[in-house]
Nanobody, 117 residues
């Protein structure tokens, strides 16, 4: 099982980016999916997650600016990021709970988001 993230880049403050993360390989079920970020010198923190049924959580600082969504048919989770701020800069990792023989947590490789002021 692999999670392939894409969509990061360099953007000016106030701009937008859309991240995508697709799961591939052999598995029977994907439960929760989410996005985390890690700024230099900081711990990885949850940005947003979404259950298979569509229940969503956001960290306070991104609520109203970021939108998480998923396409279960494509095994893909998205993060639409609007009104980006310099403090949103970091490496963004996708995460998914995936069942093969049992449920395990998988991580994507990370995609860099840099917001310039």
């Amino acid at each position: 099982v692999q999670l392939q993230a894409s969509g990061g880049g360099l953007v000016q403050a106030g701009g937008s980016l859309r991240l995508s993360c697709a799961a591939s390989g052999t598995f029977s079920y994907i439960s929760g999916m989410g996005w985390y970020r890690q700024a230099p010198g900081s711990q990885r923190e949850l940005v947003a997650d979404i259950s298979r049924g569509g229940s969503i959580n956001y960290m306070d600082s991104v609520r109203g600016r970021f939108t998480i969504s998923r396409d279960n048919g494509k095994n893909t989770v998205y993060l639409q990021m609007n009104s980006l701020k310099p403090e949103d800069t970091g490496v963004y990792f996708c995460n998914a709970e995936i069942r093969r023989n049992y449920m395990s947590t998988y991580w994507g490789q990370g995609t860099q988001v840099t917001v310039s002021s």
